[in-house]
């Protein structure tokens, strides 16, 4: 059975702080791995990471795969509150013909002022 | 604009009725699929369908059925609802050969009393 799992569940910090998110997983057969940012509605996209050791960068918010440690961390420097929100690591699973997102619970990420 | 609808965003129903939550997208994917989402918790897939007339249950035991007659259009029914169901559902769609990159609707808070 496929496994995501993110760490810490909720941090705390202020603005301008940098934070690091992480994700491990266990999955059957890897494809890619995918980070959500979900505020008061869906998750919307972020990064879809299939390569281990190359970065993605998308301003201030950057993410990396290991797959030979099976992780991820997704890097948000220079926080601001706007980034407040839960950040979701999910991986594509393998089940017959199909295939559906495997999530982990969330990372809850609060920027103070 | 190519995009994922879903309707109503609120619905606070009585125990016992019977409701439909819609789901439509314009991109022409094959793969659609909902989710039930607890606040605070993790996304757990209920239904998914490969294209039309493909309909399958997910990890999450649920009450409520699916259909897919049209290529973009995926309703799930609950035949009566109670108090359990109350929830969040987000209904996604992907095309069928990405490995992820999954594009999520706006969501149905539902409230059963």
């Known amino acids: 059975e496929d496994k995501v799992v993110q760490s810490p569940l909720s941090l705390v910090v202020h603005e301008g702080d940098t934070v690091t998110l992480n994700c491990s997983y266990e999955?059957?057969?890897?494809?890619?791995l995918l980070w959500y940012k979900q505020e008061k509605k869906a998750p919307t996209f972020l990064f879809m990471l299939?390569?281990?050791?190359i970065e993605k960068k998308s301003g201030r918010l950057s993410s990396i795969l290991d797959k030979k440690e099976l992780f991820s961390i997704l890097n948000i420097t220079a926080t601001q509150t706007g980034d407040s929100a839960v950040y979701l690591c999910a991986v594509p699973g393998d089940s017959g013909s199909a295939r559906q997102l495997t999530f982990g619970s969330g990372t809850q990420l609060t920027v103070l002022p | 604009e190519a995009d994922i609808y879903q309707t109503p965003r609120y619905l606070v129903i009585g125990t016992g009725k019977k409701i439909t939550l819609e789901c439509s997208q314009t991109?022409?994917?094959?793969?659609m699929y909902w989710y039930q989402q607890d606040p605070g918790m993790e996304l757990h897939l209920i239904h998914y369908s490969y294209g039309v007339n493909s309909t399958e249950k997910g990890d999450l035991s649920s009450e409520s059925t699916v259909s897919r007659i049209r290529t973009e259009h995926f309703p799930l029914t609950l035949e009566s609802a109670r108090p359990s169901h109350t929830s969040q559902y987000l209904c996604?769609?992907?095309?069928?050969?990405?490995?992820?990159?999954?594009?999520f609707g706006s969501g149905t808070r539902l409230t059963v009393v």
């Open positions: 996604a769609s992907s095309e069928l050969r990405s490995g992820g990159g999954y594009t």
């Open positions: 299939t390569s281990s050791g």
């Open positions: 991109m022409g994917h094959d793969k």
């Open positions: 999955v059957t057969n890897f494809r890619s």
